[in-house]
């Protein structure tokens, strides 16, 4: 096991275009959080599933994001209609039952 | 609401020993955790501390909390560059499923060799 996987590790999209990110945790960590951050603060929380369970959200998380965990493993995170306000990176991170482990992140950037 | 502050820079010599200072909000947080960030990259977790314990003590790192004050630190000894990184000091939070942490905006550390 490699730690957590996302993918892409860059996205570049034009304002108004949809996009999605994939984030493979380690494969026994029932626990998956994602989290944005924007240049010179820290992550901030968006959501957390325990297996295929949404089980918090934040109010960050407006409408246009979507996150789906299907079968408890993998999870994706979909952001429609994209702004430039939406361009950071987006962290994925996993745990069993405390720590986590995050991964390399995606960077947005939207033109 | 839960906060965590932390100060911007630090700036040590090489050999030096570096303490990176964060104070937080809820005290009723379970854990709190030092991160480290390098450029592009991911956050690594480098040690954390149960909330009832004053100090740990991992190789080069000692993690110090005033729970009164509600203040952590984090002590590294003699700082080498490869240390230099955004650290950033972060709270389990207290939300619904309290598995949430919460971050401070980090402190840059830069060590001249």
């Known amino acids: 096991d490699t730690g957590v996987s996302q993918d892409p590790r860059h996205k570049i999209t034009k304002r108004g275009q949809n996009v999605t990110f994939r984030c493979d945790p380690i494969s026994e960590h029932n626990r998956l959080y994602w989290y944005r951050q924007t240049l010179g603060q820290g992550p901030e929380f968006l959501t957390y599933?325990?297996?295929?369970?949404?089980?918090?959200k934040s109010r960050l998380l407006s409408d246009r994001f979507s996150a789906e965990r299907p079968k408890g493993s993998f999870s994706t995170l979909e952001i429609q209609r994209t702004e430039q306000g939406d361009s950071a990176m987006y962290l994925c991170?996993?745990?069993?039952?405390?720590?986590?482990?995050f991964g390399s992140g995606t960077r947005l950037t939207v033109v | 609401g839960e906060d965590v502050e932390q100060s911007l820079f630090l700036s040590v010599r090489e050999g030096d020993s570096s303490v990176i200072n964060c104070t937080y909000t809820d005290s009723s947080s379970t854990y709190l955790y030092w991160y480290k960030q390098e450029p592009g990259a991911g956050l690594q977790l480098l040690t954390y501390i149960f909330s009832n314990m004053d100090m740990k003590q991992d190789q080069r790192l000692t993690v110090l909390l005033n729970k009164k004050d509600k203040h952590l630190s984090l002590r590294i000894a003699d700082t080498q560059t490869g240390d230099s990184a955004i650290y950033f000091c972060?709270?389990?939070?207290?939300?619904?499923?309290?598995?949430?942490?919460?971050f401070g905006a980090g402190t840059i550390l830069r060590v001249k060799s």
């Open positions: 991170a996993s745990s069993l039952t405390g720590g986590y482990t």
């Open positions: 972060a709270q389990s939070g207290a939300g619904e499923y309290g598995n949430k942490l919460v």
């Open positions: 599933f325990q297996n295929e369970a949404q089980l918090e």
